[in-house]
């Protein structure tokens, strides 16, 4: 087991008196090499609890284990430092640097944890050619089609070989020819290299070409 959170809650102070509960005691476990779809409406508690099991916020109550080792209360830095060298991500909007040329933008993982030799620059010439921009790696993002821009950023995602990757509605930018190319290669990674992946996604098709489904209404599993 990868990642398991137990009694996730999540609030937010919505003007002085009032408080929004976002997530309501969601407890949930990723095994390797799962590819996980997490659906439901706006609003739903999606992106929230995305932000949390990615370590990229924290909860208000609950408990997060990672490979084993509670790392709910640890400090910024160390979160920082797990989160840098375990977890990728993929967004709706790609995030790339515009000054940077795609080789760039996916060596920036390797970047912030410090390592940069010719290991880690033909490690990200293999992640391009992994998304078939081998090409293209001298081109700055605005050389690049929207669809070329998300797989580079999923090639980004790969740079240092992390546990797990959370893309929050990679696709949901993209057309429909683009989007069926990218849900493709998503599949593909996790065949090659056993990538795990939790998906918040709305698209009917991604989800139900996924191993496990699940459901938030009102910041619960239904």
């Known amino acids: 087991m990868i ?27 990723f095994n390797s090499g799962e590819i996980i779809s997490v659906v439901g409406q706006s609003g739903a508690g999606k992106s929230t609890l995305v932000h949390i099991l990615g370590l990229l916020d924290r909860p208000s109550s609950g408990e997060i284990i990672f490979e084993g080792k509670d790392v709910t209360n640890l400090s910024d830095e160390q979160i920082s430092k797990i989160r840098n060298l375990n977890i990728g991500f993929v967004f709706q909007f790609h995030h790339l640097l515009p000054e940077f040329t795609a080789l760039e933008n996916v060596m920036m993982p390797a970047m912030i944890a410090r390592k940069i030799g010719k290991v880690e620059i033909e490690k990200a010439k293999e992640f391009l050619n992994e998304v078939g921009l081998d090409q293209r790696e001298n081109h700055r993002p605005n050389e690049l089609s929207g669809g070329e821009q998300q797989r580079v950023a999923v090639a980004r995602s790969l740079m240092n070989s992390p546990k797990i990757i959370f893309a929050d509605e990679p696709s949901g ?26 998906i918040v996604t ?4 991604l989800a139900n070409r996924s191993d496990r489904i699940i459901t938030l209404s009102n910041g619960m599993i239904v």
């Open 202 to 205: 709305h698209n009917k098709e």
């Open 173 to 198: 930018n993209l057309d429909a020819e683009n989007a069926e190319k990218l849900h493709d290669l998503l599949f593909n990674l996790r065949k090659k290299y056993n990538q795990s992946f939790v």
């Open 3 to 29: 990642l398991e959170v137990k009694n996730i809650h999540k609030q937010y102070r919505a003007g002085i008196s009032n408080q929004l509960n976002v997530l309501k005691g969601v407890s949930l476990s």
